[in-house]
């Protein structure tokens, strides 16, 4: 298949082969100099499942340089702390909990060689995508998960949030504290008995009562769904409660990022609508919120008739003053399907209050 024209936006990078190498895991942070850096990885059949691209604008976004690359850094989370750059995720697909820095704007990262360069959790297989780290309490904290559940994809994922001192080393494992793992249990839902039913990718975020609680994508055939989890206050343990736990979010059945913003008072979040009309991931909305539990649809913001081969997905984005900034796995013209991205593309939300 070739493609006949170039996805909306500006395209960061694109896949050399469409056929065996899809582009995953978005993630964007926009250095204390104003240059954004952005980072996807590859998976598929055919490639290594281990190593993340970073890529570099000094125009806001109109042009991208490649930055350099990171082995053994996989679904992963680019983002500021003390003016540092880090990026945490898994070593590989399944692979390792681990934290790098840089101390050139991405262009060379630290070892995560050992638990106390960066090699945070080595007993089982990790998983992630980029999702937000928060600042509470004098600690950052981050949702994860492990695939230490029963069954396949989606049910064996167990959700927990690990946490860190503001003031310690972030690459030092034993500063770090993380919480029990939650399993999904399928009688939780029972709108769905016997598919096969999960939770992953959950965003921890600050209540309006200022409580730490991780909202994740929820496994579910009507796929507007999510679940909200409980977490302590020293952030030993985390909790869902079946009875009040499901919540309804458009698109809640794939991955999404949840922000606060201060301006308006509300949460933020670009979605992939799921219901009215029947949609994939070829339909991306603005939602927003006050209190986490009911989402409005503020606005469309891409869309394409086709669910098969093309998507706007797993993006991540920031805040810029009035704007929000975007970077998108995006499947297009030419792509394997509508899962299997061909492009990661950066988007620009203007007035996105408004």
């Not at 990262?109 to 999702?131: K, N």
């Amino acid at each position: 298949m070739c493609v006949t024209n170039r996805p909306p936006g500006v395209v960061i990078a694109e896949s050399p082969e469409p056929m065996k190498f899809y582009i995953g895991s978005p993630s964007i942070v926009r250095l204390p100099d104003g240059r954004y850096l952005a980072s996807h990885d590859f998976f598929g059949k055919e490639t290594t499942s281990d190593v993340t691209h970073v890529y570099v604008s000094a125009d806001r976004g109109e042009t991208w340089a490649r930055q350099g690359e990171i082995k053994g850094q996989f679904w992963s989370t680019l983002f500021l702390h003390d003016d540092a750059l880090y990026i945490i995720g898994a070593s590989a697909e399944y692979g390792y909990t681990v934290i790098r820095r840089s101390d050139d704007d991405g262009q060379t990262w630290t070892s995560a060689d050992s638990p106390d360069t960066g090699l945070l959790l080595s007993d089982g297989r990790y998983h992630c995508a980029p999702v937000p780290i928060i600042r509470h309490q004098g600690r950052l904290w981050r949702a994860m998960e492990d695939a230490g559940g029963p069954g396949g994809w989606g049910s064996h994922f167990r959700a927990f949030v690990m946490s860190v001192p503001e003031d310690a080393d972030l690459r030092d494992a034993a500063n770090w504290t993380f919480s029990n793992r939650l399993e999904f249990k399928p009688e939780w839902y029972k709108k769905a008995q016997g598919v096969n039913l999960g939770w992953l990718e959950g965003n921890v975020v600050l209540t309006p009562e200022s409580k730490v609680v991780n909202i994740l994508r929820v496994v579910c055939p009507e796929g507007e769904t999510a679940a909200w989890c409980d977490v302590s206050d020293d952030g030993k343990t985390i909790s869902f409660d079946p009875g009040t736990g499901f919540i309804h979010l458009p698109g809640g059945r794939t991955k999404f990022t949840i922000r606060f913003d201060e301006e308006s008072g509300r949460y933020w979040s670009l979605v992939n609508k799921q219901r009215d009309p029947e949609a994939n991931r070829n339909i991306l909305v603005l939602v927003s919120s006050a209190d986490l539990r009911d989402w409005r649809v503020e606005r469309l913001l891409l869309e394409h008739p086709d669910t098969e081969h093309h998507a706007f997905q797993y993006v991540d984005w920031l805040f810029e003053n009035r704007d929000i900034i975007v970077a998108s796995r995006t499947a297009w013209d030419g792509s394997h399907s509508f899962h299997d991205a061909n492009f990661m593309t950066f988007h620009r939300i203007e007035a996105f209050r408004s």
